[in-house]
Nanobody
Framework: VQLQASGGGLVQSGCSLRLSCVNS????????MGWFRQAPGKEREFLAA????????YYADSVKGRFTISRDNTKNTVPLQMNKLKPEDTAVYYC????????????????????WGQGTQVTVSS
């Protein structure tokens, strides 16, 4: 599994941004995916998770209703659509993956994940 996140940039408050995570390595069954972020001086924070099937998603309260995670297993991609961005959303965003126990498994802590992308910077100006 080799993950690469992209799509970050500088946007104004209230705008939208769409991040993408691509697995350029071999496909793995039951590969659950997640998005995290880390702001300077802060711990890495869970944002959203999606099961291998795509049928189960889970969000942190801080982004629920604003961010949407999805996946396309035919293209090995996991987008994160971010709407109504706020200055406090400024951080480096990471995608992560782990082989789940079941097709509907999902995970929401840093220690659950085995594979990480390199991160993409998102900056939201006020």
């Amino acid at each position: 599994v080799q993950l690469q996140a992209s799509g970050g940039g500088l946007v104004q408050s209230g705008c939208s941004l769409r991040l993408s995570c691509v697995n350029s390595g071999r496909a793995v069954a039951n590969l659950a995916m997640g998005w995290f972020r880390q702001a300077p001086g802060k711990e890495r924070e869970f944002l959203a998770a999606i099961s291998w099937s795509g049928g189960t998603t889970y969000y942190a309260d801080s982004v629920k209703g604003r961010f949407t995670i999805s996946r396309d297993n035919t293209k090995n991609t996991v987008p994160l659509q971010m709407n109504k961005l706020k200055p406090e959303d400024t951080a480096v965003y990471y995608c992560a993956a782990v082989r789940g126990d079941y097709s509907e498994s999902y995970y929401y802590t840093v220690r659950d994940y085995d594979y990480w992308g390199q991160g993409t910077q998102v900056t939201v100006s006020s």
